[in-house]
């Protein structure tokens, strides 16, 4: 069973932007009795920016996602769950193509102004007589306040859909930003996320919109794990419709606000995810502080955070500091002065100065270990970088979720 998320869903109106609209559908690809396909219509001028999987396998629609991008203002994106449409080779790019060239014909735009995005089982070609189906009927449904039912439909193993917004003002302009996301497994997140959506009613050019992103998702998405597995379908979008009262401007004080509401929504989001991970039921920050530069702290996070033996301890509640110990020491990092290096569970410090701390008893771990929230804090004391990265425990209900993922 998955962690509480701790989310208040709120009315369907206090999510939406001016300038984006929303339609979803039951295709029946893979689910049945339930949306799976979801077609955002963006206004005239709105900007957007991507990330991408880095994944050599990418799926067809973010190659062609990707491509389309480069060529010039999106107008629509499209979003199918249940179907990955990776592993497909030619039919594939062919099919996403298509039907991108059906919405196209229909709204009388270019093919080329649509990014389509896949979620679900990977090796699986898609049906395309009712994908077509299905944008037809999103496009009857098209409205600015659905955007709880596209966070419904882009889930696979998802167990809650996962909606941020924050809204906020900058000298007396304001200004909202809604984002969706969906992921459960194959979550370690390379210059991508899973799937995420993001829009707002801010204008910004492009280029600007594509940074703050970038800085966005690499404190975020970019920070967490749940299983190590980096899909061939991560994208994060984020569209700024131009539509509300904030301009945001290169080389202004309004640029780093705005980049720091984006990155707490993708946060948010981060986190939902990770709470969500198939058969957690602990979410786990690893804190590394003290480094010497922010590459390396993140690669000791990750070490603790991707172990195997770490996550298992932490589903057992046991408070086996010695895989963590382990993990810290087999980072890719050189010099490394393990006397200087302290651990703490919580605000239980369990090693100090690289042995175990003399204060430490084993009760005092396993009370952390019960807890459904554990911070692991390694402190190198060898600068001044640190990062957070979030992660869950590996319990029994991962294994049996992915071992029936198909069926």
């Known amino acids: ?123 699986e070609y898609l049906p395309m007589d009712k994908i077509r189906a299905g944008i037809d009927r999103a496009l009857q449904n098209l409205n600015s306040e659905n955007w709880q039912a596209a966070a419904q439909a882009i889930m696979t193993t998802d167990t809650v859909a996962k909606i941020v917004v924050e809204n906020f003002s900058i000298n007396g302009r304001d200004c909202r930003i809604t984002g969706i996301g969906k992921g459960a497994g194959m979550i370690h997140p390379n210059m991508a996320t899973m799937l995420a959506f993001l829009a707002t009613d801010a204008t910004i050019t492009q280029s600007l919109l594509q940074r703050a992103l970038q800085a966005a998702v690499d404190d975020s998405f970019n920070c967490i794990t749940i299983d190590g597995d980096t899909s061939t379908n991560d994208a994060c979008v984020v569209c700024a419709t131009g539509k509300g009262r904030l301009s945001v401007s290169e080389n202004d004080t309004i640029y780093d606000v705005f980049t720091a509401k984006l990155a707490l929504v993708c946060g948010r989001l981060a986190e939902l995810i990770v709470r969500d991970g198939e058969g957690a039921s602990k979410l786990a920050r690893v804190r590394v502080v003290g480094g010497r530069n922010r590459d390396e702290c993140k690669a000791i996070g990750y070490a603790v955070a991707l172990s195997p033996l770490v996550k298992t301890a932490l589903f057992g509640q046991d408070p086996n500091w010695g895989r963590i110990l382990a993990a810290v020491g087999r980072a890719p990092i050189e010099p490394f002065d393990s006397a200087k290096v302290n651990i703490l569970l919580d605000d239980v410090c369990i090693i100090r100065g690289g042995e175990k701390d003399k204060w430490y008893t084993e009760e005092d771990g396993k009370q952390v270990m019960r807890r459904d929230e554990i911070t692991i804090t390694i402190d190198m004391n060898q600068g001044h970088s640190e990062i957070e990265i979030l992660t869950s425990d590996l319990s029994h209900g991962y294994v049996n979720i992915n071992a029936n993922y198909r069926s």
């Open 1 to 123: 069973m998955a962690l509480s998320t701790h989310h208040k869903v709120l009315a369907a109106h206090q999510y939406t932007i001016n300038g984006i609209k929303i339609g979803t559908a039951d295709t029946g690809v893979h689910y049945s009795n339930r949306n799976d396909l979801v077609v955002f219509s963006l206004a005239e001028g709105t900007v957007t920016a991507a990330t991408f999987t880095r994944n050599l396998f990418a799926a067809a629609p973010v190659i062609v996602a990707g491509k389309h991008l480069q060529a010039g203002s999106p107008t629509y994106l499209i979003i199918n769950a249940g179907n990955a449409n990776a592993g497909t080779g030619r039919q594939g790019l062919e099919d996403a193509l298509r039907y991108c060239r059906h919405l196209a014909e229909i709204q009388q735009v270019s093919a080329e102004s649509i990014l389509p995005f896949s979620t679900g089982v990977i090796g």
